[in-house]
């Protein structure tokens, strides 16, 4: 039994087999498991939660939904509190929350194992194992790559999370973000003192250059004020004059959801892998419970 709370849980040898293991899921492979994942969402979530529940159903396991709206945290119960008592009713728990460190927290409070299903703007170590993999399957590999990260790089998780991955298998990262939501300097230091990892930092969204695209909206949830997330998100939407302009073999992917910062057009190129990849939530989150049961 083993959590799942940050990217950096896993090595390089964990993510190819788990990567492995979610091929065989998705050529058939059936998953043979029992018990009862709760979902424990703090945060909103279509496809995390929809997809681990899904996941667990396909595995032979059962779900609960703990849902903060309509639960005892309203009377004032605490976090801590919460996450003990459902730790009873259930033997894997799937955690969201706007706090970083909450699902460290929630591992610390419990034997039963802990996924990080997103905590605030830290760390979604499963998102990132569906990145590595839609890229993988597109590409055939990851290392050596060029791959344009571009979008809110300081508030999302996602981001984070999937640079940690691309550094440890050796891509070409620029990192691409509106001044003022550029990655923190010394998360890229504490890769480049692990990974030799140099990105190429930039306020311009030029990615003509890259074999993979990966946008993440802005997350105005984080910011302070709303009407920077506003301003911020109007200088970067990307059109279909700049996918024509690009690669021909690009490949595009984002987490979703996505607002407007890539234009409607572009579902319907051929670069566009955005769907496919929500839909590998499924192979690599079966993966992933066998992993930690
Ligand atoms: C992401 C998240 O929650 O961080 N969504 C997801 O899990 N697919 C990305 C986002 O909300 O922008």
């Known amino acids: 039994m083993v959590d799942l709370i940050s990217i950096r849980d896993l090595d390089k040898k964990a993510i190819e087999s788990l990567i492995k293991s ?11 498991l029992d018990g009862i994942v709760a979902t424990m969402f703090f ?24 849902q903060p709206e309509s639960s005892s945290l309203k009377k004032g119960e605490s976090y801590s509190d919460t996450i003990k008592v459902v730790s009873g009713y259930s033997d894997v728990l799937v955690v969201r929350h706007p706090k970083e460190g909450a699902a460290r927290l929630a591992a ?30 597109n590409k055939g590999r990851i290392g050596g ?5 571009l979008g809110d790089l300081k508030h999302a998780r996602t981001m984070r999370s999937l640079v940690y991955g691309l550094a440890m298998f050796g891509s070409n990262v620029t990192l691409i973000s509106p001044e003022g939501l550029e990655m923190e300097p010394e998360y890229i230091k504490e890769l480049g003192d692990k990974f030799s990892f140099k990105p190429k930092i930039t306020n311009e ?3 003509s250059e890259a074999d993979v695209l990966y946008v993440c909206r802005i997350q105005q949830e984080r910011f302070a004020d709303p009407y920077e997330a506003k301003r911020v998100t109007d200088q970067f939407r990307i059109k279909a004059q700049d996918i024509k302009d690009a690669k021909e073999d690009l490949v ?6 996505k607002l407007n910062e890539i234009d409607s057009a572009i579902d319907k190129m051929k670069q566009a892998k955005y769907f496919e990849q929500a839909h590998f939530g499924i192979p690599i989150r079966q993966a992933v419970l066998e992993y930690v049961r």
């Open 252 to 257: 595009i992917l984002d987490p979703l959801p």
């Open 108 to 137: 610390d409070l419990t034997d039963k194992p802990v996924i990080n299903a997103g905590d605030g703007a830290n760390q979604h170590p499963t998102q990132t194992l569906i990145d590595l993999f839609s890229i993988k399957k």
């Open 145 to 149: 790559l060029k791959i344009a990260l």
């Open 43 to 66: 945060e909103p979530s279509t496809r995390t939660k929809l997809s681990f529940q899904s996941a667990a159903l396909r595995s032979g396991m059962e779900y609960i939904d703990f």
């Open 22 to 32: 979610a091929q065989e899921i998705a050529e058939g492979r059936e998953v043979d």
């Open 205 to 207: 969204p030029n990615f």
